[in-house]
């Protein structure tokens, strides 16, 4: 009699027994796309709701005069909501100054991971201009992650080659086992495939979904598989056209509903349910789409309403707005940063600095008189929404 009894198989694909001192089953995922097919019955109007929303916010921020000020923090929202769903505690404060060379004292070692988050998406995204979305650049993306972080010592940009698991202390107790590491070259080549619409092809959104769940079920990574798995998703839309910049935070939705989202992925390897995934991402979808264009509504409001504010200080005001311009990009700027981004001298710098602070809208954060790191305290707090 067994030690332990067989998980069934499901649509998503089979559970394989791997003998020894201590056997364990570890999952083996079916190719995509799932058979018998997706039931849509109770995904359309989900899937149209979802489809809506994104647009929207896509629309709203590529009818700005400069996308990249909201691109910039977006970006960086969605590097400390994926990373903190992985453990870490940095908060987006804590990211935006330790991009900053002037803030001393900022925590390393979590926002370290948190900002090879940005640069794994950023390179990702120079990288689609050029190059398919493929097994490479999943590599390429997962060595920009992990480099000189914690997990960085287990084979950044490499496909593992042994066993690991999600939950537990070793394979026999753990919540979940992927497929052994000899097993997911072959899975990995059929979910390349289907990204590139072999042998059917899927609806872009639908895809970024699926995808998703199939590389976390496969976990070819020895770490960093649910930050990549989750890069998947813009990559996706992005490279297929749906979204012109990576604007959706979705890991905001994934962290507040953090236990049902490991269910639903659970329930795909035991059940099969993949219906029930895909309507859980595509609330997701939905939601994080609608309230990432309301804030960049209220953004943009906020930033025309500080506007016409500087337009009070008269002939003062063409550099104090310039300064404000950089502000949204940053939101924390020292005055030193602000004569390198600028070409003022330091004396011009500094009162267009006091000027803004007169304003009100932006403050200064260290309470020094030596070396002090200002921050435009609206436009951060609309930002940290979620990730506090």
Request: proline share 7%; charged share 25%.
């Amino acid at each position: 009699m067994d030690p332990i009894k067989a998980p069934r198989n499901s649509r998503a694909g089979h559970w394989l027994k791997q003998v020894g001192p201590e056997p364990y089953y570890c999952f083996i995922p079916a190719p995509l796309p799932p058979y018998p097919p997706i039931d849509y019955s109770r995904l359309y109007a989900l899937s149209e709701k979802a489809s809506r929303a994104l647009g929207r916010l896509d629309g709203i921020v590529s009818h700005l005069p400069n996308p990249q000020h909201l691109l910039y923090t977006y970006i960086r929202k969605e590097a400390v909501l994926s990373s903190q769903i992985e453990g870490t505690q940095s908060s987006l404060s804590d990211l935006l100054l330790f991009e900053n060379s002037e803030a001393p004292g900022v925590p390393v070692s979590d926002v370290e991971e948190v900002s090879n988050y940005v640069a794994a998406m950023e390179h990702g995204l120079r990288r689609l201009k050029d190059l398919p979305l493929s097994l490479r650049l999943i590599k390429e993306i997962h060595a920009k992650l992990m480099h000189g972080t914690r997990g960085g010592d287990k084979e950044p940009g490499e496909f593992r080659r042994s066993q690991n698991w999600i939950g537990g202390t070793r394979p026999g107790n753990a919540g979940y086992v992927p497929p052994p590491h000899d097993e997911t070259m072959p899975i990995l080549g059929s979910l390349e495939k289907f990204i590139h619409d072999d042998p059917v092809a899927t609806p872009t959104l639908i895809k970024a979904g699926l995808v998703h769940a199939q590389f976390e079920s496969i976990h070819p990574f020895l770490d960093g598989n649910g930050r990549v798995g989750r890069l998947l998703i813009p990559f996706i839309m992005i490279a297929e056209g749906a979204i012109s910049q990576p604007l959706l935070y979705l890991s905001l939705h994934f962290k507040k509903h953090r236990n049902q989202y490991y269910d639903v992925l659970q329930r795909v390897r035991t059940e099969g349910d993949w219906e029930s995934w895909l309507a859980f991402y595509l609330e997701g979808v939905h939601d994080v789409s609608t309230q990432g264009a309301k804030t960049a509504d209220r953004l943009i409001a906020m930033f025309d309403k500080h506007h016409d504010q500087i337009k009070s200080l008269g002939r003062a005001s063409a550099t104090a707005a310039n300064l404000h311009d950089v502000f949204k990009k940053r939101c924390f700027l020292s005055v030193s940063e602000a004569v390198r981004e600028l070409g003022l001298t330091f004396p011009a710098a500094n009162t267009a600095m006091a000027n803004l602070v007169r304003l009100g809208f932006v403050k200064e954060s260290t309470g020094k008189s030596r070396n002090r790191i200002f921050f435009y305290e609206s436009y951060l707090k609309g930002l940290q929404e979620g990730t506090d």
